[in-house]
């Protein structure tokens, strides 16, 4: 099959089956070959084989290899080439090769880099659309994860060999690690599954697709609710579509036909309900996937890092999968840190849903396909190789965090400076989509960077960003607003607490507090005079006391146990609470804070005091801080049963007043108690984060210690795929090398192998009938071994045919009378390249003997003719004249140059042309009779009327007249 083939002749495959494979494929692929033989539908199918080969491997041997496994016709790919029905397209081993409308493309292995298993699959998945199955089998890589992605994306089966039955299992591995496998077969099994997909596909035109078909919402949400029970999580927020083609996904993979049927399965069946779970979480990601658009956020973040006022720059990547692209926002940080010779602290915040996709992620373990995505620059900058994989190193791995997390669901981090999040929102619904821009909004500083994917939109939640690139969906925060702090708290339809949601607008990030000098009491006296204030504090934002100004011993005591500077441990009975409200309040909104009529209960009395707290900036310490006044006021009086009735109603009205003040009081500090412990609580998450990106560390500092028995392993895995290789190559040339030998010794021909400098490459057995060979002689000059003829040209023949390039043949004689006939030809590789001669000796001998019995038979008949007295000639089966007598010469005045080689009619100018004669001659060649004296009266012009009587007698070669003998005699033939 060629390129140039007529589109006519070929076939439409009805299915596209892609196989990948590395180190010990070649035994499996033998076994899926032998295994489709039971397959009369496999005809209608295009296969396409990619295996990791040697560049200067050759390209014929492993075709001729597969093509002794199956019926099928097994063809090296060319550029170019329609793909067809029935054909096994195998990709050349130094080229890249891919499917477009329909023909095949190929591309130096070089060009663009990557995975040949990957690059062959993403270009067969937009291809095929649907109608494709991809096969992986043995290897030592990761090659085939990126590309099985993209096939289980368009609706197509993925397939893995089991990997007890690979002899290297790090391929088929990392499929199912991958969670992309829709069976796990040896090798065997693998064309059965296959053709069970393949009934299932409707095959009719315009027929519905997996991508556009609609499921009753009565039993999709069953399905939810399974799911949710199962797994904790609430995939409802979806859209429909999305959801439908996950599920008719998994109905696809187990034969199930309504959505009613699957519903029951997976009530029954608990490892489908995890399958399903996973499929729902689409994790199709990259590095730098839109490379554009990443380099446009970095030309971004180029401005603003120098300009952060901050020593910590804080980033979030949702939906971060297994974490390519939070990776990836590590690497441009860390670029432009470099470039820019900053040491800003680095906290990238990277979530999902799945928790085995989150382990992989800490892992910061890759294929060595993501080098195509990377670039080779970074991948040495920032990766390290382990046993065929890539490891993120430790300048961009500690800038991560990785945790599960709901989006939708789970409180979002704070005070952040970025948040990546790129193709996510599109695959929810509205409502979903508003909350979760809130929760962003919320997060982000003011002009915090937000990326979202190129679909995707912040719809009707515009008015709080500022889009900064159109085309790149990269938007600018300006202000939090009510919108966020209400989607923050409340759950998805909207229930709220409004006082919640004031409390948590504006909420900044909280800092560490600083050293303070030895100046402290100027700065505190300075800013407690200027506030003009009673019995006061000067408190950090965590209560820490610096300083005490006038009588404060009414509303502060000492503790026993060990000394604490803080003003809760050290406030009176009645205080605290509402310090701790107030302090916490002030700090937050930056706002003055008042308690009023605050019950103290000392030793002796009680008493009632206003407090008033609030938030000061001290330029010299870099923070803020509190300041605590506390304000004696007169107990409030109380109003007995008996004065009710004479109180002016509007003392009553003021007296509700206070109360309902009061009771708004109490709910603000309750909010801050309750703000202040999310606070607390998301603080703690992190340092659990923390924790567990430590423990990950020390872990990988362990798997560093079997670097290099891994490497090892690689290698020998690598060799293994070449020995497999060389074996199949060396074994069939053994054949080929056996079957010439049998050919050359059951000739019987003595052959000699020459190179150019005729040195012995090889000889037959015969040959040592003509040179004293032995099997010690190989490559030595056949000038020093003796030969058994009387030939002494053999070196400048042998250089005379390396020259002209034509074939010498020559007959000699051996010092034992025996005879040969020797050809010498060039030795031609199948490159056309000539690399010696061929020297062969056929024995003559027998047939030398018969020339010379058959010429001195011949001399001894012609002895006879030349002394019989009579004219005669000898005549062939034409009648053409071969010899004549001296006789007839005389008789007839002619010569042998008229005579010879002449046809008898034309004899002598035509003189025998005579009828009678003739007759007689062709009478005697047909039946092979003898015609004696027969009388025949004839005027020859040369000499006068004559009566000649003619005698003709055939003579007979193998049983039939071949040469005929004419006797011409005659009464005045003397005169």
């Known amino acids: 099959m060629t390129a140039t083939e007529s589109k006519a002749a070929i076939t439409p495959p009805a299915l596209l089956v892609g196989l990948g494979a590395s180190a010990g494929g070649l035994d499996a692929l033998s076994v899926f070959l032998d295994a489709l033989a039971t397959l009369e539908d496999a005809r209608r199918w295009a296969f396409f084989i990619v295996q990791h080969q040697s560049p200067e491997a050759g390209k014929d041997v492993f075709t001729s290899l597969l093509s002794k496994h199956t019926s099928l016709a097994v063809v090296l790919a060319e550029d170019g080439m329609h793909i067809a029905a029935g054909v096994v397209h195998v990709a ?12 095949i493309q190929l591309e130096p292995r070089e060009v663009g880099g990557g995975m040949a298993i990957d ?24 090659d085939g994860v990126k590309g099985c992605r993209a096939v289980s994306e368009t609706g197509g089966l993925v397939l893995a060999q089991t990997p007890a039955s690979a002899a290297f299992d790090t391929m088929p591995r990392s499929i199912i690690d991958a969670n992309l496998a829709d069976d796990i077969l040896p090798p065997a099994e693998l064309p059965v599954r296959i053709a069970a997909f393949a009934k299932k596909l409707d095959m009719a035109p315009g027929s519905v697709t997996v991508r556009e078909a609609v499921l009753p919402s009565s039993d999709r949400d069953k399905v939810l609710m399974l799911i949710k029970s199962k797994s904790k999580q609430d995939f409802s927020l979806y859209k429909d579509n999305t959801v439908n083609r996950r599920i008719m996904r998994r109905m696809h993979v187990h034969h199930i036909e309504t959505l009613k049927e699957y519903v029951a399965f997976l009530r029954g069946n608990a490892e489908e309900s995890r399958a399903l779970f996973k499929d729902m979480l689409i994790s199709v990601t990259n590095f730098f996937r839109d490379a554009e658009a990443f380099e446009t956020l970095k030309e971004l973040l180029r401005e603003r890092l120098p300009t952060l006022g901050r020593e910590q720059f804080r980033a979030w990547t949702p939906g971060c999968a297994t974490g390519e692209e939070a990776y990836s926002v590590a690497i441009i940080v860390r670029e ?34 993501i080098a195509a995505d990377l670039g080779e620059a970074r991948t040495q900058r920032f990766f390290v190789s382990q046993e065929g994989r890539l490891k993120a190193k430790s300048e961009i791995r500690d800038m991560l965090v990785f945790a599960v997390q709901n ?53 009707s939640l515009a008015e709080p960003f500022q889009e900064l690139h159109k085309k790149h969906r990269i938007f600018e925060r300006k202000s939090h ?11 998805v339809n909207g229930h709220w607490d409004a006082a919640r949601a004031e409390a948590l607008v504006n909420m900044p990030m909280a800092t560490s507090t600083q050293g303070h000098g030895t100046n402290t009491r100027q700065i505190a ?25 006038g009588r404060t011993g009414r509303y502060l005591e000492l503790r026993e146990g060990l000394l604490t500077t803080n003003v809760l441990d050290m406030a009176r009975q009645g205080l605290r609470f509402d310090l701790a409200t107030a302090i916490n309040a002030a700090s937050v909104k930056n706002q003055p804070q008042v308690r009023h009529a605050v019950k103290v209960i000392g030793h002796e009395q009680e008493e009632f005091v206003d407090i008033l707290v609030s938030p000061v900036q001290v330029p010299e310490w870099g923070e803020t801080c509190c300041v605590i006044t506390f304000t ?87 060799q293994s795929t070449l020995n497999a290789e060389l074996q199949g190559k060396n074994e069939e040339l053994a054949h080929i090398g056996d079957d010439m030998a049998n050919l050359l010794t059951s000739t019987r021909i003595a052959t000699l192998f020459l190179d150019r400098e005729l040195r012995i490459k090889r000889f037959t057995p015969a040959m040592r009938r003509i040179m004293a060979l032995r099997p010690g002689d190989l490559d030595r000059p056949v000038q020093e071994i003796a030969l058994h003829l009387e030939y002494k040209d053999l070196e400048s023949d042998v250089h005379n045919v390396l020259t002209d390039l034509n074939t010498l043949t020559r007959e000699l004689k051996g010092t034992q009378g025996d005879w040969y006939q020797l050809r010498i030809n060039p030795y031609r590789t199948l490159g056309d390249v000539i690399v010696g001669v061929v020297a062969t000796f056929n024995d003559i001998t027998q047939l030398k003997h018969s020339e010379m019995e058959a010429e001195a038979a011949r001399a001894l008949a012609e002895s006879i003719i030349q002394t019989v007295r009579e004219p005669l000639l000898v005549l062939d089966a034409q009648l053409v004249v071969q010899s004549a007598n001296k006789a007839f010469y005389i008789a007839f005045k002619t010569t042998p140059a008229d005579v010879v080689g002449v046809a008898l009619p034309q004899l002598g100018q035509g003189q025998w042309n005579v009828p009678a004669l003739l007759s007689l001659a062709h009478e005697a060649l047909s039946k092979g009779t003898e015609v004696r004296d027969q009388p025949l009266p004839h005027v020859f012009p040369s000499i006068g009327p004559l009566t000649l009587r003619i005698s003709v007698r055939p003579i007979l070669v193998a049983g039939r007249p071949s040469l005929l003998l004419l006797a011409v005699s005659g009464e005045n033939m003397q005169s």
């Open 92 to 103: 050349p081993p130094d080229k890249r090769m891919a499917l477009f409308d329909g023909r």
């Open 119 to 142: 690059h062959f699959l993403l270009s067969l998945a937009q291809e095929a659309n649907g109608r494709v199955a991809a096969v992986i089998l043995s290897g030592s890589n990761t």
């Open 336 to 369: 432009l840190l470099d470039e820019l010779g900053l040491g800003l602290q680095v906290v990238i915040y990277a979530t999902d849903l799945d928790d085995a996709a989150i382990s992989k992620a800490r892992a910061g373990v890759f294929p060595e396909s």
């Open 407 to 459: 989006v939708i669901q789970d409180p979002p981090f704070s005070s952040l400076d970025l948040i990546c999040c790129r193709n996510l929102l599109m695959y929810l619904k509205a409502q979903a989509q508003e909350k979760v821009l809130a929760q962003f909004q919320y997060s982000l500083r003011p002009r915090g960077l937000f990326m979202l994917g190129s679909s995707e939109s912040v719809s």
């Open 481 to 491: 607003g009510a919108q966020a702090a209400h989607a923050i708290a409340g759950d």
């Open 525 to 549: 006296e300075r800013l407690l005079l200027a506030a003009s204030c009673p019995p006061s504090l000067l408190v950090s934002k965590t209560g820490e006391v610096l300083y005490i100004h």
């Open 632 to 718: 004696a006021i007169p107990a409030p009086r109380s109003i007995s049963t008996a004065e009710m009735d004479t109180v002016h109603e509007d003392i009553f009205r003021l007296r509700i007043t206070d109360l309902e003040g009061s009771l708004q009081q109490l709910r603000e500090d309750m909010q801050s108690v309750v703000e202040e412990y999310e606070a607390a609580n998301e603080e703690l998450k992190s340092a659990n984060e923390e924790l567990q990106s430590t423990n990950e560390e020390l872990k990988s500092t362990n798997e560093e210690l079997e670097t290099a028995k891994e490497e090892l392993q690689s290698i020998n895995e690598e």
